[in-house]
């Protein structure tokens, strides 16, 4: 049950982003709630099943992790070597040529997303250790890109088109929070920090920050586990088993 609901949840978030259109310097939005709704749903229904003790929320998909796979943050062999995630995907109704899908094929390597799993996995050992009490969103599931290839993150979108996005977003997390029921929302990273703060103002759900795992942070680069090891139990969420 807990399963179905999230997918709908999901289904209506697309739904609420399909009519939205985004102007220049933006070029393509890929939504892999769409295309890869088979990665995400198989990562649903191994993550969504209990009521969790936090969810750690991170801004949109990478174009090679959650882009290809549909799973969050879903680095190719992390989904399927740790996940044991590897299902068909599909396209995007319109591809960019320098950012093409090839789902599980795809030979590119995101750091970020190898850097979060690779920190779950050697602290939890298996998935559903971790998915127990916790699980890992995105805030958006669309993918900007702009003529060169280049990402373009939600917050640097003119302010109405980005107003629509949140508000669809906002109403997503909102829901998924209504039935997974966490104590806390920790944002991985300032942005969704700020947009879980905004989501859940008045509710009695705790928000939080951990540090981005992005490589164009040098501070990532030299040891991200130790820095959110300590970010985490300043906010009192360690130990997390």
């Not at 992790?65 to 799973?71: C, D, P």
């Not at 995630?85 to 950012?99: F, L």
Request: net charge positive; hydrophobic share 40%; charged share 20%.
């Amino acid at each position: 049950m807990t399963f179905e609901r999230l997918m709908s949840a999901a289904d209506s978030l697309s739904e609420a982003l399909a009519p939205l259109r985004f102007s220049s310097p933006v070029t393509h939005v890929y939504n892999p709630l769409e295309y890869a709704r088979e990665g995400y749903a198989a990562y649903m229904r191994m993550a969504g099943s209990s009521p969790k003790r936090a969810i750690f929320l991170g801004m949109n998909p990478g174009p090679w992790g959650m882009a290809q796979t549909g799973v969050p943050f879903g680095e190719v062999a992390w989904s399927r070597n740790w996940l044991g995630i590897d299902v068909p995907v599909g396209k995007p109704e319109n591809e960019h040529p320098k950012r093409l899908i090839s789902g599980f094929a795809c030979a590119r390597r995101e750091v970020s997303g190898s850097r979060v799993w690779g920190a779950v996995a050697s602290h939890f050992g298996k998935p559903e250790a971790f998915f127990a009490r916790y699980m890992i969103l995105n805030y958006c599931p669309l993918v900007f890109m702009e003529e060169s290839g280049r990402n373009r993150t939600p917050d640097k979108l003119p302010a109405a088109e980005r107003q629509a996005v949140f508000a669809a977003c906002d109403a997503h997390l909102r829901e998924v929070i209504d039935i997974l029921r966490p104590e806390w929302v920790v944002g991985i990273g300032a942005f969704a920090e700020e947009r879980a703060r905004l989501a859940l103002a008045g509710s009695d759900r705790r928000s939080g920050r951990i540090m981005h795992p992005s490589p164009a942070n040098p501070l990532t680069n030299r040891g991200w586990e130790p820095i959110i090891a300590r970010e985490l139990t300043a906010l009192g969420l360690c130990p997390l088993r």
